[in-house]
T-cell receptor, first 114, second 111 residues
Framework: EAGVAQSPRYKIIEKRQSVAFWCNPISGHATLYWYQQILGQGPKLLIQFQNNGVVDDSQLPKDRFSAERLKGVDSTLKIQPAKLEDSAVYLC????????????FGPGTRLTVL | SQQGEEDPQALSIQEGENATMNCSYKTSINNLQWYRQNSGRGLVHLILIRSNEREKHSGRLRVTLDTSKKSSSLLITASRAADTASYFCATDARGNNRLAFGKGNQVVVIP
């Protein structure tokens, strides 16, 4: 079974630039999550989709972050404009149903904002 | 918002020894999960324990849950160098449809 795919793996940008991350979840998984993991901390949920609807985006900084899930499968997360404090690893995860199910994580995208 | 907090933050042990780490949380939960993260395999789910369970085993892993103390422990027996990683607990709080991760325990197993 193929895992969660993410790209790119690494990205370096300057502040105020924009950046986008892509995620392809495990086939058949209804729920998709984007997490932000700052160095030395645990992952923090940014947004959660159930199929192509948003279930929870309460911790997403909506003034600069946006996300969409196309046709209930792939998802993109965008930051525009980036700030220095956005430097982190962005993890995508998927699960069959709810967060109570096991979540399967992708390798992450390491973002450095200069 | 609820968040698991692991203790201790960093642990260094010899191969073959046991490693124990703890997690505390603040509110009622549906379940608690432990994840491992290392550079080679990313973040991987280890074990889930439900609020009505007190102990669970999976291979060399043993998890306990004490809901009266709002705490959990993860024991790794007969540690191996490959167990070197960060370990996170994550709580699924009642009424809150998301996982909240703690800050993690860094475990180093010395061959």
């Amino acid at each position: 079974e193929a895992g969660v795919a993410q790209s790119p793996r690494y990205k370096i940008i300057e502040k105020r630039q924009s950046v986008a991350f892509w995620c392809n979840p495990i086939s058949g998984h209804a729920t998709l999550y984007w997490y932000q993991q700052i160095l030395g901390q645990g992952p923090k949920l940014l947004i959660q989709f159930q199929n192509n609807g948003v279930v929870d985006d309460s911790q997403l900084p909506k003034d600069r972050f946006s996300a969409e899930r196309l046709k209930g499968v792939d998802s993109t997360l965008k930051i525009q404009p980036a700030k220095l404090e956005d430097s982190a690893v962005y993890l995508c995860a998927s699960s069959l149903g709810t967060p109570r199910d096991t979540q399967y994580f992708g390798p992450g995208t390491r973002l450095t904002v200069l | 918002s609820q968040q698991g907090e692991e203790d201790p933050q960093a642990l260094s042990i010899q191969e073959g020894e046991n490693a124990t780490m703890n997690c505390s949380y603040k509110t009622s939960i549906n379940n608690l999960q432990w994840y491992r993260q290392n550079s080679g395999r990313g973040l991987v789910h280890l074990i889930l324990i439900r609020s009505n369970e007190r102990e669970k085993h999976s291979g060399r892993l043993r998890v306990t849950l004490d809901t009266s103390k709002k705490s959990s422990s993860l024991l790794i027996t007969a540690s191996r160098a490959a167990d070197t990683a960060s370990y996170f607990c994550a709580t699924d709080a009642r009424g809150n449809n998301r996982l909240a991760f703690g800050k993690g325990n860094q475990v180093v197993v010395i061959p």
